[in-house]
């Protein structure tokens, strides 16, 4: 049984939803991580590097991921039955590399989606002290919800370093690299996949305040309050039930807003985006602005747009599913051989799964739709949005 003790606060939760990352400690002795070290580069002096077979070739690794700090971070953040996946690999950054340009893993046997909520984590683990000119790994905090690469460049670049037995959990999507080694030494970095398998019902961290937090992050370029409440809520156990607003308030400022989402520099359009989407259903009058805003130039926009009408809820389904199948005909034809547009990439499926279940009779109906590049997308929000078995018995 795992003492709560090591569960994440609220704090702590909420800076992983916004960042996408915690780095935690192990307390074991240096001769454990070096007996690792040493195993892992005979491995690779031997045999080359032994992909999935890592584990057992340093059978010590077990007790990395069986520590207590480590798994009450997995805990809090994939649930209490989460799993290891069988996929890990040990990364090898000799001397005199290069590194790598930032990039998002493909999921394994999964590779045609990328999940905002956090079903998916990966673990790094270090060896041996790490610092930045033996080539750690260096990700860009924030970014697990951006897809493309100006997206998520919008964010400064942080070097994983730290003493042996440094763990870092990210969520999957975020945009990572290995970093140049300039130093003499080899630098190995274990990686290991984790999946949650339930939806939440209940918080799984030390939660004191479930809704009292602000989702305010000075630290990062752009701020997506809505989407980052949506995904505390999910994650609380509210399932189901969509965006709700924050700070609902009077539509006086709503002139103001779809203004400056129309004619403001990238980061006004995108508070503008945000603070719509903090008035909820009280918004509503500005979904055609909204679904507009879908299209912008900045992905940061396009996010805030999609989160706040799923905050405005019910009233916005219409034009999301018109929205739906318009972004699902411009993704296929974007791809040349015509057969990799990603379904769960499309900014209405972001949308309609924030709206959550007013929107699940209508998701059925797409569902027979006679184009699959929609019912892709609807597929995908049926997995998005879980158990919906006792939505469809209410229709």
């Known amino acids: 049984m795992l003492d709560k003790n090591y569960l994440l606060d609220d704090k702590q939760m909420r800076d992983f939803i916004i960042n996408g990352y ?3 400690q192990t307390d074991f002795a240096p001769d454990f991580h070096e007996s690792i070290y040493r195993k892992a580069e005979g491995v690779f002096e031997k045999e080359g590097n032994p992909g999935n077979n890592i584990m057992a070739r340093v ?3 077990h007790q990395v991921f069986n520590h207590p700090v480590v798994r009450g971070v997995l805990t809090s953040t994939l649930g209490p039955s989460y799993i290891m996946h069988p996929h890990r690999h040990c990364h090898f950054n000799p001397p005199g590399s290069e590194g790598q340009a930032f990039h998002q893993d493909s999921y394994e046997a999964d590779e045609n989606v990328r999940h905002h909520r956090s079903r998916w984590a990966m673990v790094f683990y270090y060896p041996q002290d790490v610092t930045e000119d033996i080539g750690p790994t260096a990700i860009l905090p924030a970014t697990q919800y951006y897809n493309t690469r100006t997206g998520a460049h919008s964010q400064s670049e942080l070097p994983l370093c730290g003493k042996a037995g440094t763990v870092t959990i990210v969520h999957y999507d975020l945009w ?3 970093m140049a080694n300039r130093s003499d030494s080899k630098r190995f970095m274990m990686k290991f996949l984790f999946c949650r398998m339930e939806e939440p019902q209940a918080p799984s961290w030390n939660a004191d305040a479930p809704g009292g937090l602000s989702f305010d992050n000075g ?8 989407m980052w409440r949506h995904l505390w809520d999910w994650m609380s156990g509210k399932q189901g039930n969509g965006v709700k607003a924050a700070n609902p308030s009077s539509n006086s400022d ?8 129309r004619a403001g520099d990238e980061a006004a359009r995108c508070d503008a985006a945000d603070a719509l989407g903090v008035m909820g259903e009280s918004a509503q009058d500005t979904v055609p602005a909204l679904i507009e805003a879908l299209q912008d130039e900045s992905e940061a926009v396009r996010l805030n747009a999609a989160y706040a009408l799923g905050a405005i809820g019910e009233p916005a389904v219409p034009a999301l599913i ?4 318009k972004e699902a005909e411009k993704s296929l034809e974007q791809n040349l051989d015509r057969s990799h547009a990603n379904p769960s990439q499309l900014y209405s499926v972001y949308a309609l799964s924030a709206v959550g279940q007013p929107a699940v009779p209508t998701l059925i109906d797409i569902l027979s739709d006679e184009n699959w590049w929609v019912r892709a997308p609807a597929a995908t929000l049926w997995g998005i949005l879980g158990p919906l078995q006792k939505w469809r018995c209410r229709r």
């Open 219 to 226: 630290s990062s370029a752009l701020q997506h309050q809505v």
């Open 176 to 178: 990572h690299r290995a």
């Open 59 to 61: 059978p010590e690794l």
């Open 254 to 261: 709503v002139p103001k807003w779809i203004k400056a989402m």
């Open 322 to 325: 018109s929205a739906l199948h």
């Open 22 to 24: 915690v780095t935690v």
